[in-house]
């Protein structure tokens, strides 16, 4: 089975961390760009951050730059999504993606790449 499953979420308060997993299974996650996306209730779905391939370029969404950082573990075969300073509007389902190649990623084109691979994503709840 080819496939991407999200993991980390869960309950946090204002100004605590998560982490987030992208693990993939059945293909090797080095020669994919990986962008990660939210969709909170109501709202459209919103692309939070990329990372390519081969040069490991990121970028951030305006909104989570400075307190969210995108990584990769090839030995994993996993992306991961630190997330610190977490606001309450940070609550969402977050899924990642992957797209096969090597891209100098930039998130506001993400939503826009025809994506190999979706997760089913993980629910992220900050609240006190």
């Known amino acids: 089975q080819l496939q991407l499953v999200e993991s980390g979420g869960g309950l946090v308060q204002p100004g605590g961390s998560l982490r987030l997993s992208c693990a993939a299974s059945?293909?090797?996650?080095?020669?994919?760009?990986v962008g990660w996306f939210r969709q909170a209730p109501g709202k459209e779905r919103e692309g939070v951050s990329c990372?390519?391939?081969?040069?490991?370029?990121?970028d951030y969404a305006d909104s989570v730059k400075g307190r969210f950082t995108i990584s990769r573990d090839n030995a994993k075969n996993t992306v991961y999504l630190q997330m610190n300073s977490l606001k309450p509007e940070d609550t969402a389902v977050y899924y990642c993606a992957a797209d096969y190649g090597a891209h100098e990623c930039v998130v506001p084109d993400t939503l826009s790449l025809p994506m190999d691979y979706w997760g089913k994503g993980t629910l992220v709840t900050v609240s006190s």
């Open positions: 059945g293909f090797t996650l080095d020669y994919y760009a």
């Open positions: 990372i390519s391939s081969s040069s490991g370029s990121t």
